[in-house]
């Protein structure tokens, strides 16, 4: 009878490994209820810890993308500063040249035609947005006949 020799290489040093797959007359006297067992078991724990990567995954992207919209909110804030204070220097201008409130008029006029065209342009994009997701409601439909063992699309 021969002695096994020690391991050598990269997994050399992991016990673990050389206890999940035993060698010589332990491997015979494993029944095969023991062997699904055991995959069921080390599947499962490669799910869990599956699933805890990808939720510190999610939480740290969700953290950057706060932190993204909230400069956008800011800049946005900024725009909003910047085109009152435009406007109101255009007012200001304007009233150099002719009545104040002939002035204001104008500058509301310019931001009327603005918000017109800008209410026309979200419209048409508003009706091109299509809630219901197509594709995956046909490619459900399909499940019940794949399950039967039809192929979905084809005769």
Not at 29 to 58: F, P
Not at 91 to 105: Q, T, V
Not at 133 to 151: C, I, M, S, W, Y
């Amino acid at each position: 009878m021969t002695v096994p020799t020690p391991p050598s290489g990269a997994h050399a040093a992991d016990p673990a490994r050389h206890a999940a797959a035993p060698v010589g007359p332990a491997a015979d006297a494993a029944s095969v209820g023991d062997l699904l067992g055991n995959v069921t078991r080390d599947l499962s724990t490669l799910m869990r810890q599956e699933l805890a990567l990808a939720q510190a995954e999610l939480k740290q992207e969700a953290t950057k993308t706060g932190k993204a919209a909230g400069a956008f909110g800011g800049a946005g804030f900024a725009a909003w500063f910047l085109v009152l204070f435009l406007s109101l220097a255009l007012w200001a201008g304007l009233s150099n040249l002719m009545h104040p409130g002939w002035a204001a008029l104008i500058v509301a006029a310019i931001w009327a035609v603005i918000a017109g065209i800008l209410y026309t342009t979200g419209r048409a994009k508003f009706r091109e947005v299509h809630p219901k997701p197509e594709r995956t409601v046909d490619t459900l439909g399909q499940v019940p006949d794949a399950l039967k063992g039809n192929r979905g699309g084809t005769p």
